[in-house]
């Protein structure tokens, strides 16, 4: 009996069709890579800014001051009264009213004490010549404040988490491209919002419900593509990746050109609203509608996708294959319940916490030499465009299994060597750490693949997103782990890593190899998907049916 990648490769497994949708849906890795870098633009160090003394504003307005001269008369005499102080988390104590002069506002002081005035620390006023030129300088996130910015992405990341957990179950339920639209709406409507945020408070809020709306735009559309490709050509979800690294590469030049924060957060935002147009020409996923006992519109949508690829499906394919396999929603026991299933899902949550760990580390460890923001992030950016081509190049000769497992013992050795050069051979350290930053790029781009190839299409998209949910928690941990152990030894990071990447590469080993298999169906196929690199080529077992096509 025909199964439904038997009609898949009639229709078409990578023609015209899937070639639209994979182009359409691939744009949507731009506008995530944008949101996930883009506190590096948005929280950029503000410049030169300083701690206001009470009553400057309305002196500065009165007097007519420009900034620079508001500026010189608070910070000037702090540097002559004490030349250590900056004048940024400190001021004189003193206070400006409607009695201080214009020319001299500190004159009643006397023009030889500023010296012997008290200093007292700055808590809710600076001043900035660049006001509005990032968050930062929006909300005041300087001196006791600066740990607020960090914690800003830590919110986007706990976000991404939620929306791993509550729109990766969503899309099992209700929907691939329902959940998708729905994120894509979310993530416009959230980015509008934290972009004019009336305080801090409201920005945190809506950037964490933005992560999680974004987070669900980027798993769905991954699944969806490859899902309606065939065995041979789920590669598609190795090249999508490539637009992530294109977002990158392009949010320097988007930075350059806006002068503002919220102009940034704009442009990374509104295009999400173009993507709902996106409800009249792709489709829901055909592998999920089986599997919701959709059967007619499955079979519907495959012959609209045999007509876009110049294909004909014969007409006595009245009927589609739906598995026996009772409908049900996905939870976590669903992934843990049988021993295949269970290995398969510890193995992939560890892969994941490992790649986004280390990949995050490295690129703020690393962090390309030179005083150019937006030269260096474009670099850093360019640094993962041959990792897709490797992938590409090596994963249908040798499989998925290898070169996962053998780009994590790559990171790990170079991480290891990288920890014990001398500092006297910087170049040398340098290319290390780029070489382990190429190769953690490689596995972080393969566990997206492999994970979707080891889930059936009823918990694909639940199970992907659950395990990726890992990848934010060490997003999270990264900056604390590396600066608090660099604080220790400053190579004592890349020690953690090394040993992380190369359990990594050894427990990948464990997994099945999937080259060549079809997309299981059901939690039974992936039971019986063969654990030994040997036996790779094996079809499975033809799984029960109660229909035919």
Known sequence: ????????????????????????????????????????????????????????????????????????????????????????????????????????????????????????????????????????????????????????????????????????YAADRYGRIPIYLLSCLGVGISGIIVAFSPNFTVFMIFRFLQGMFGKGTWMTCYVIVTEIVGSDQRIVGIVIQMFFTLGIIILPGIAYLIPTWQGIQLAIS???????????????????????????????????????????????????????????????????????????????????????????????????????????????????????????????????????????????IACLITAFLPEDIPWLKTTLATLGRLSITIAFEVVYLVNSELYPTTLRNFGVSLCSSLCDLGGIIAPFLLFRLAAIWLELPLIIFSILAAVCGLLVLLLPETKGIPLPETVEDVEQLPSHLGKCGKKRKQRDTNSYI
């Not at 883009?38 to 206001?52: D, E, I, K, T």
């Not at 500065?60 to 004490?82: A, D, I, K, Y």
């Not at 003193?94 to 500023?114: E, Q």
């Open 1 to 168: 009996m025909p199964s439904f990648d038997e009609v898949l490769k009639e229709a078409g497994e990578f023609g015209r069709f899937q070639k639209r949708v994979f182009f359409l849906l691939s744009q949507t890795g731009i506008t995530f890579s944008s949101l996930y870098a883009s506190v590096v633009f948005l929280g950029r160090a503000p410049g030169n800014f300083w701690c206001r003394i009470p009553g400057a504003a309305e002196l500065s307005e009165r007097c007519g001051w420009t900034l620079q001269e508001e500026r010189n008369f608070t910070v000037l005499p702090l540097h002559l009264g004490n030349g250590s102080v900056s004048g940024e988390c400190e001021r004189l104590d003193v206070t400006w009213d409607a009695s201080a002069s214009c020319a001299s506002p500190l004159a009643r002081y006397g023009n030889d004490s500023t010296g012997s005035l008290p200093l007292a620390p700055c808590h809710d006023s600076w001043g900035y010549e660049q006001p509005h030129s990032s968050m930062v300088s929006e909300y005041d996130l300087v001196c006791g404040n600066a740990w607020m910015l960090d914690l800003s992405q830590a919110i986007l990341n706990l976000g991404f988490l939620a929306g791993a957990f509550i729109l990766g």
């Open 270 to 412: 509104l295009p999400n609203f173009l993507f709902l147009l996106y409800y009249w020409v792709v489709p829901e996923s055909p592998r999920w509608l089986l599997t919701r006992k959709k059967g007619e519109k499955a079979l519907k949508i495959m012959h609209n996708i045999a007509k876009h690829n110049g294909k004909f499906l014969s007409p006595h394919y009245s009927e589609i294959t739906i598995s026996n396999e009772e409908v049900s929603n996905p939870s976590f026991l669903d992934l843990v319940r049988t021993p295949k299933m269970r290995r398969n899902t510890l193995i992939l949550m560890y892969a994941w916490f490992t790649s986004a760990l280390i990949y995050q580390g490295l690129v703020m460890r690393l962090g390309i030499i030179g005083g150019n923001l937006y030269l260096d992030f474009f670099i850093s950016g360019a640094v993962e465009l041959p990792a897709a081509f490797l992938i590409i190049v090596t994963i249908d000769r040798f499989g998925r299994r290898l070169p996962f497992a053998m780009s994590n013992i790559v990171a790990s």
